[in-house]
């Protein structure tokens, strides 16, 4: 299908676009703005290197081929990008469509995770509902203004709420082949952008790994589906399992895996200098005294097979944020005598 490939055409001068100097900016980010581009460029540029990012083309070429619905992408305000998703269905008759419900996450060493299905009649109706609401009450893109007479009138409305770091949010809609692209001002509590988070939550919904995530944890919208873009493979209710016991942060952070508990008695570890400890105790005193450096372990995603479950991330260094120097790590872990999932092997990248 077009609508999956990447769109590289749409992809214009890239080495003009957002920049910022003597900052580290990693493959899942998107960069700040140049201070000198305008609203309208910099908005264009970072939508085409985010297409380009998750190989993905242009709403307009989507339209062209006859498609309607909804994407939506978004990142955060330090340019972290979140789960794109999007439901697009074209007409086969006058009764029934052909189509694909998506989502796809750029994660921290460049890898696409992606999940695809084809588009369903009680999805596509819900979708329709979608456009049709937005299109009826379209998101604002203006921030709220205050007037500083409060200051010296008690009926003067109250100012607005203070709000850090509000994530950038893109929504767009592909009807009657033309689209139309909102960036919404997501400070404020907006009709049309839940509406366009129903995507997100019919996405987690549709694919059946993602019920075996914890919603009272990931919730049930754009949460769930990144934590499910996050486990794979042949066994991916295994990978799930683990990631359980890993419990990482939005960076992927975790101190699980370092616990005593969670190493199986025959582990082993092949630390930077290229020895290898093996067995419970020599490992446990291995990462006590510094064998994988003073790095903070970044997961980033497991994969389960039919023998176990191989979790992927990297160490970054602790001292210098913008020169994390990331070292791949792959840490297996197999099921034990009693049931119980524990490590059976780190291994880090050699230099």
């Known amino acids: 299908m077009r609508l999956m490939l990447a769109s590289m055409s749409a992809v214009v001068a890239l080495s003009a676009g957002p920049v ?31 297409l380009h990012k998750l190989q993905l083309p242009d709403a307009a070429e989507i339209a062209k081929d006859g498609y309607r619905g909804v994407r939506v992408f978004q990142y955060d305000d330090f340019g972290v990008t979140w789960p794109a998703v999007a439901f697009l269905t074209r007409p086969i008759n006058e009764y029934r469509r052909e189509g694909v419900a998506l989502t796809r996450a750029i994660q921290a060493d ?9 588009a369903w009649e009680i999805g596509w109706r819900e979708v329709d509902g979608v456009i049709a609401a937005i299109k009826a009450s379209p998101p604002s893109e203006e921030r709220p203004t205050w007037n500083p007479t409060r200051l010296t009138s008690p009926l003067a409305p109250p100012p607005p709420p203070t709000c850090l770091h509000p994530p950038t949010i893109i929504i767009e809609i ?6 139309q692209r909102w960036w919404p001002y997501t400070c404020r509590a907006d009709a049309a952008v839940a ?24 919730g049930s919208g754009l949460g769930r589906v990144r934590a499910c873009l996050m486990v794979g493979g042949k066994n991916p209710y295994a990978a799930v399992e683990v990631m359980d016991i890993l419990r990482p942060g939005i960076r992927g952070d975790t101190r699980a895996a370092y616990e005593e508990d969670r190493q199986s008695d025959h582990v082993s570890l092949l630390g930077f200098d290229g020895r290898r400890a093996a067995g419970r105790d020599a490992v446990i005193e291995a990462l006590n005294e510094g064998a994988l450096g003073p790095r903070w372990l970044r997961v980033l995603r497991a994969t389960g097979d039919g023998e176990g479950v191989t979790v992927i991330g990297r160490l970054d260094q602790v001292a210098e944020i913008n ?9 297996r872990w197999a099921e034990d005598s009693d ?3 524990r490590i059976v092997d780190w291994s880090v990248e050699q230099h």
């Open 110 to 118: 460049g890898h696409v995770a992606a999940l695809e299905r084809s």
């Open 195 to 218: 509406e366009a988070s129903r995507i997100a939550s019919l996405i987690a919904a549709a694919f059946p790994v993602c019920g075996h995530l914890d919603i009272a944890r990931y």
């Open 174 to 179: 592909i009807d009657e082949g033309q689209v």
């Open 20 to 50: 910022a100097a003597q900052r580290y900016w990693g493959p899942e980010q998107i960069p700040d703005c140049a201070r000198d581009v305008s609203v309208e460029n910099c908005r264009a540029q970072s939508l085409a290197l985010l």
């Open 323 to 331: 020169n994390p120097d990331p070292i791949a790590v792959a840490i």
């Open 339 to 341: 049931g119980e999932s």
